[in-house]
């Protein structure tokens, strides 16, 4: 009986030491691969809020496997054709207007994308979660009416990320992330992302509409809205170079 009562503690999520069917590293790995699929695309709409003024833009991404990535600005016109691309551990910008492509060291994976509050590792490196972290699961919870894992992610020893500390609220119906903590070297919270209104675009589960916040300023934050996606399509290595960057176009 008791066994039975600790079990029905852990399916309602209320039990401090249940055994969990999947470990917490595979968990994480199955929730990037739903969120990206083998390869992606998406055009999307990055709204900065702030007190006193809010700015739009429009861009479009696309990424292969953990190691591809690519982002460009398509709006508004001053920003226009600014990219982000990924190989591997390597990171680059391309600025249109001077012309110019910076290699993105380490040190610079902290700084803000475009002005936002996502940062180039947020932006870009997204899939470092899964390769340079350690994880652990914590508990069970629901988020916007999803039951969800909680999962902390603890940076490996020497792995170039921005963040020493993750904690994940992974959906167990779609595995999406449905809420992400993200810690600084000193266990202080730095920025919270939320995501909502979860939709079927290009044959899976997607959260439409992310919403990153600085814990230190009330008032601030940068609103991502996915308005088309696309998976699991043919897409080769070559497209993810410094030309192809440079090159495209709305």
């Not at 509050?117 to 069970?140: E, W």
């Not at 009330?218 to 699991?232: D, L, S, V, Y």
Request: some cysteine; hydrophobic content about 40%.
């Amino acid at each position: 009986m008791r066994a039975f009562f600790l079990m029905l503690l852990c399916l309602i999520g209320l039990g401090s030491g249940c055994v969990y069917a999947q470990p917490a590293s595979e968990i994480v790995r199955q929730s990037d691969l739903q969120m990206r699929g083998d390869s992606s695309y998406s055009e999307a709409t990055m709204r900065i809020i702030r007190p006193n003024w809010t700015r739009s833009m429009s861009m479009k991404s696309w990424t292969k496997g953990l190691d591809l990535s690519l982002v460009l600005v398509t709006a508004p016109a001053k920003d226009k054709g600014s990219a982000s691309l990924k190989r591997q551990r390597e990171m680059w910008n391309w600025i249109p207007s001077i012309e110019r492509v910076i290699k993105i060291a380490p040190s610079m994976l902290s700084q803000s994308w475009m002005g936002s509050d996502f940062t180039n590792d947020d932006l870009i490196n997204q899939s470092s979660i899964v390769v340079d972290y350690r994880h652990k699961m914590v508990r069970d919870d629901v988020f916007d009416k999803d039951p969800s894992w909680v999962i902390d992610a603890f940076a490996k020893p020497d792995a170039p990320v921005v963040w020493n500390k993750v904690r994940l609220w992974i959906s167990k119906n779609s595995y999406l992330q449905r809420k992400v903590e993200f810690y600084d070297e000193f266990d202080e919270l730095v920025n919270t992302m939320n995501t909502y209104d979860v939709r079927n675009l290009g044959g899976r589960q997607v959260a439409t509409r992310m919403e990153m916040l600085p814990a230190d300023k009330p008032g601030n934050k940068t609103e991502i809205i996915i308005h088309q996606a696309q998976f699991n399509f043919p897409l080769k290595d070559g497209f993810f170079s410094l030309s192809q960057m440079k090159a495209l176009r709305d």
